[in-house]
């Protein structure tokens, strides 16, 4: 009786290491994509190259982003072209989705902060911080015509080249109206990537107040 019970205990042995090493195959058999896939993540494709730039020109200011790229690429800097940047910045994320995911380490964090869609658009951009779009353009003017108003004027006259009057003027009124509508409907459209000058100003200009 003791032999097949200790046969008995030698198979149960020899299931529960054999259970072990199951779990311990299938934890690292997914890898940091898998995991990210599991999360609902939208990563950045690799043939999006436009979004590759775009990240990079995000994160570029954060030291361990440029620490990080410099271990494949020595050259990178803060100061690197968006094509260079971008093309290391995909190349770190292409090489970590394929990683085992281990939650003890830092990479995915790093994967789900660089490497995932972000907004392309100066108007992807505003609403990606729960904004609203302007819509009153009448009203929206009237709270802005006195504020930076000589920048506000010329950019409306870039519109509009018959505007002739001052901002505060009743008679070319309903013009500067339409242009600042004009002005941001095409400003909006725009790639964050050409847009340094113009997404503070979208703020101030085509943004409901009350967001």
Known sequence: MS???????????????????TAVYLSKSETIKSKAEKEGLKLIKYEDLLSW??????????????????????????SSDLDKGGNALKSFCKASLEK???????????????????PLTVKDQLLSS????????ESKFGTIKTSNADQLKEDLKAINNQITGEL????????????????????????????????????????????
């Open 3 to 21: 032999g097949k019970v200790a046969l008995l205990s030698a198979g149960s042995a020899t299931a529960a290491v054999g259970g072990i090493s």
């Open 53 to 78: 730039k775009t990240a990079f020109k995000g994160l570029k200011s954060k030291s361990e982003v440029i620490e990080e790229l410099k271990k494949s690429d020595s050259s990178i800097t803060d």
């Open 100 to 118: 085992p995911y281990d939650p003890k380490e830092k990479l995915f964090s790093r994967v789900k902060g660089w490497c995932v869609q972000i």
């Open 130 to 137: 729960g904004k609203k779009l302007e819509s009153n353009w």
């Open 168 to 211: 505060t003027s009743e008679t070319d009124k309903d013009k500067f109206v339409a242009a600042l509508q004009k002005w941001c409907e095409d400003n909006l459209k725009k790639n964050l990537i050409d847009a340094d000058s113009i997404l503070e100003k979208a703020k101030h200009r085509c943004l409901k107040n009350d967001n």
